[in-house]
């Protein structure tokens, strides 16, 4: 029955498409950024139908300011509209054969990839990382769905022992309904498949509210999931502007039909949301801030250490929520840690556009985002700390800003006592390995952590002292499919990718056969 259920639902939706969506564009139609037109869609999608709304708002291109487009800007009645869709397809397909649920997850992943080259230039036109960097983002974006098509299928029950000989105990897995899915813009396609991929194949459907700055990219994975067959109402968008964030974000967060939440972003944020969370006692996962130590021993390899430090710090021009935020390097390697380093910063380094191929950091997302990274140096430098190089906006103007490396930084600079979200690296001396632990482990966040150590028995202390949620040794950066991503303390709750990713989307449900 659920596999009529599905055929009929495909096919509906591949009608659909034939009288809603426009016909494909010709290859030379592009915009000036190079955007192809058959996948740049401006309206919401909301039980398989782009949805226009009066109002729209503008989405930027974060390098020239630029207006790359409006976007319908959706509100608490379109979201609700978006919930009830995704209520409404939930059944059918959450009784599908997971292997039905598989080879949906897989198109998906295959029209990523036949489609990779355009999706990445929407992220760089709207997020300004550069054209290589959200190459790599969507390749990492479409691995999730590759790994939850694959994940679908390895959702099982239990049966465990009775003590009563005439009973049998059995332990089912099922889908906990609609997820609200909140995602930020500085990864505005991974963020999404990475909670979409394990939702979908768990038999969840969605609703997906991407960050106002980067709305475009979850539009088109709307569109190439209505071209994978995905039943309408599976995957729902509902764009909307900063002005109306706070009322979708409530809706999402209170309707009794929202089963199940998650958020990536700020801490504040997502406290907020836990909040209206509370009301209906709804599934939360919360990926949120981090401020990432990366510890430098006396036994490291420099070399290694300041490859993995470039790599951890200025990926996405510092705007990352696992990104360094401290360098803490022991008294006997620091001079030579921060020589070599100020030197691969001015060597490795380009500020550009992000869609000219030298470019290795783009503009920050915003002026709002610039203005931070200047507010913490300032404060750092009137407290004493040495700027080695940067240290103001770059000569491109707008929301570009050099690469900064500051020395002679302490604990009490406000860089070193919140996330900066930008390209600034402050170096902290210490001198013993508990000294080093105390400080990575005052804050109260413990997302990531990172240190390079050649001391075995130490590589094993520090590891199970660090007080994050992933560590990184003798590496800077550790995020893949396979791996479980989340923190500690005021990180977030819950995990995701991996084997684990997908738990977050089942409800555990305890069945007693007795008569036996």
């Excluded at 915009?31 to 398989?48: D, E, F, I, Q």
């Excluded at 360098?327 to 380093?341: A, N, S, T």
């Excluded at 600079?413 to 390995?433: H, N």
């Amino acid at each position: 029955m659920a596999s009529l259920l599905w055929r009929r639902a495909a096919a509906a939706a591949a009608a659909r498409r034939r009288l809603l969506l426009h016909p494909p564009a010709p290859a030379a139609r592009r915009s000036s950024w190079g955007l192809p037109a058959a996948l740049v869609r401006r309206g919401g999608l909301v039980g398989g139908r782009w949805l226009e709304t009066p109002a729209s708002f503008p989405v930027q291109d974060p390098a020239s300011g630029e207006e790359l487009g409006r976007v319908a800007d959706c509100g608490a009645a379109e979201a609700r509209a978006a919930v009830r869709a995704a209520h409404e397809a939930g059944a059918a397909w959450g009784r599908l054969p997971a292997k039905e649920r598989s080879v949906c997850l897989r198109r998906w992943y295959e029209l990523m990839m036949e489609n990779k080259e355009e999706l990445a230039r929407i992220i760089t036109a709207e997020n300004g990382k550069p054209l290589k960097e959200a190459e790599g983002e969507i390749l990492y974006s479409a691995s999730f769905l590759e790994w939850f098509a694959e994940e679908a299928r390895r959702v099982y029950g239990d049966v465990i022992p009775a003590s009563a000989k005439d009973r049998r105990i059995l332990v089912l897995k099922q889908p906990v309904g609609v997820a609200a899915i909140i995602t930020p813009w500085n990864f505005p396609s991974a963020m999404i498949t990475r909670k979409v991929g394990a939702a979908l194949a768990a038999g969840c459907t969605v609703v997906v509210k991407p960050a106002e700055d980067t709305p475009l990219s979850a539009l088109a994975l709307g569109e190439l999931a209505n071209q994978a067959g995905i039943p309408a109402g599976v995957y729902n968008v509902v764009p909307c502007s900063r002005q109306q964030t706070p009322a979708v974000g409530e809706v999402l967060c209170t309707d009794p039909l929202v089963a199940k939440i998650s958020f990536t972003g700020s801490t504040a944020t997502g406290k907020i949301l836990l909040k209206h969370a509370a009301g209906t006692v709804k599934r939360v996962s919360m990926e949120l801030g981090g401020h990432a130590p990366f510890i430098v021993f006396d036994s490291a390899n420099v070399d290694r250490a300041v490859a993995g430090a470039l790599a951890s710090k200025y990926r996405n021009s510092g705007q990352t929520c696992v990104c360094t935020n401290r360098f803490l390097v022991q008294k006997g390697i620091h001079d030579k840690f921060v020589e070599k380093f100020a030197e691969a910063i001015k060597r490795e380094l380009h500020v550009g556009s992000g869609f000219d191929a030298k470019t290795t950091q783009g503009p920050l997302i915003n002026e709002k985002a610039v203005e931070k990274v200047e507010r913490h140096i300032s404060d750092a430098v009137s407290q004493g700390a040495s700027i080695v190089t940067g240290g103001k906006r770059h000569s491109l103007g707008k929301n570009f800003f050099e690469p900064t490396l500051l020395s002679n930084v302490t604990t009490k600079m406000l860089c070193t006592q919140e996330e900066t979200f930008g390209p600034l690296a402050p170096v902290i001396k210490f001198e013993t390995e508990a000294e080093a632990v105390a400080i990575a482990n005052a804050a109260d966040v413990g997302l990531a952590g990172y240190f390079y150590s050649q001391d075995p028995a130490q590589i094993w202390r520090v590891a199970e002292q660090l007080e994050v949620g992933m560590v990184g040794v003798n590496e800077g950066i550790v995020s893949s499919v396979e791996s479980p991503f989340g923190g500690v303390k005021q990180s977030g709750l819950g995990r995701e990718g991996s084997k684990y990713g997908i738990d977050e989307y089942l409800e555990i449900k305890y069945v007693c056969f007795g008569g036996l």
